[in-house]
T-cell receptor, first 113, second 115 residues
């Protein structure tokens, strides 16, 4: 069975600081990995995805993520956060064809001035 | 394109009442999904559909029924609401072209409170 762990429930960073959100997955075959962002009161928006190829993937809003098979991780990074990045972030894993996704429990990001 | 829309946005029910949540998508997607989101639990899949006329159970299907009579619509029904069904419900859809993998697109959510 596939599973996703986001070990950090809540992270606070200063505006302009760098950010790394952790995601570890468990999946028996080649995983298809996603990061979604949810702003307060909104639905989920796709930030980036990894299907194959280059293990460093670029997404929207200046985010990137690196797939590390040996560590079963897909951590999300941003070099300099903006106040508008305050939101909840979800990592998800699915099989080829992506019929069903399994989501992590989310990491809430707070930005302080 | 409107993408994925959900009706209603908010609803308050009394225990035992019934209701139907409507999800509509205008992207001609084959797959549609209903999730519930509860604090500290992420998104959990309730039911999903891989095409018109088909439905399947997800992780937490008990107390819910679904129907996909038209490709663009996916209905979620609660026959007898319980306080444990208080949650935010999200609908999603994705393309199902064989041999390819696509991301899911989400609606804005429906906040349901059962008293």
């Amino acid at each position: 069975a596939q599973s996703v762990t986001q070990p950090d429930i809540h992270i606070t960073v200063s505006e302009g600081a760098s950010l790394e959100l952790r995601c570890n997955y468990s999946y028996g075959a080649t995983p298809y990995l996603f990061w979604y962002v949810q702003s307060p009161g909104q639905g989920l928006q796709l930030l980036l995805k990894y299907f194959s190829g280059d293990t460093l993937v670029q997404g929207i809003k200046g985010f990137e993520a690196e797939f590390k098979r040996s560590q079963s991780s897909f951590n999300l990074r941003k070099p300099s956060v903006h106040w508008s990045d305050a939101a909840e972030y979800f990592c998800a894993v699915g099989p080829f064809g992506n019929e069903k996704l399994t989501f992590g429990t989310g990491t809430r990001l707070t930005i302080i001035p | 394109n409107a993408g994925v829309t959900q009706t209603p946005k908010f609803r308050v029910l009394k225990t035992g009442q019934s209701m139907t949540l409507l999800c509509a998508q205008d992207m001609n997607h084959e797959y549609m999904y209903w999730y519930r989101q509860d604090p500290g639990m992420g998104l959990r899949l309730i039911h999903y559909s891989v095409g018109e006329g088909t439905t399947a159970k997800g992780e937490v299907p008990d107390g819910y029924n679904v129907s996909r009579l038209k490709k663009q619509n996916f209905l979620l029904g609660l026959e007898s609401a319980a306080p444990s069904q208080t949650s935010v419900y999200f609908c999603a859809s994705k393309s199902g072209t064989r041999g390819k993998t696509y991301e899911q697109y989400f609606g804005p959510g429906t906040r349901l409170t059962v008293t």
